[in-house]
């Protein structure tokens, strides 16, 4: 069964920093791009961050480039947010497509082209 399962949420101070994982499971993991998705309610849902199947290639939006890391390994996708903002507080979503490493990842559209959505987890950002 494909399952993709979020950690490391909760409540941070401004500044500070947080760890996040996705899980991958049932599914080849390093074929599969990986999102970071974030929302917040009443808003669209924002692209944050993605990595390619190899690892290759990493976006960010630009309101977290210099502050927010994403890495990966064989199972897990890490999101690693330092110096982090109140309006970074969201539902995070971590996301998977089926995508050869040549042809990227993608942070556009929402996350429309995304497959597989892991059950989303709250950071709150605190001032």
């Known amino acids: 069964q494909f399952q993709l399962v979020e950690s490391g949420g909760g409540l941070v101070q401004s500044g500070g920093s947080l760890r996040r994982s996705c899980t991958g499971s049932?599914?080849?993991?390093?074929?599969?791009?990986i999102g970071w998705f974030r929302q917040v309610p009443g808003k669209e849902r924002e692209g944050v961050s993605c990595i390619s199947s190899s690892g290759g290639t990493r976006r960010y939006v630009d309101s977290v480039k210099g502050r927010f890391t994403i890495s990966r390994d064989s199972a897990k996708v890490y999101l690693q947010m330092n110096n982090v903002e109140p309006d970074d507080t969201a539902v995070y979503y971590c996301?998977?497509?089926?995508?050869?490493?040549?042809?990227?990842?993608?942070?556009?559209?929402?996350?429309?082209?995304?497959?597989?959505w892991g059950q989303g987890t709250q950071v709150t950002v605190s001032s």
């Open positions: 996301a998977a497509v089926f995508r050869a490493a040549e042809a990227g990842c993608l942070l556009g559209q929402s996350g429309r082209r995304y497959d597989y």
């Open positions: 049932g599914f080849t993991f390093d074929h599969y791009a």
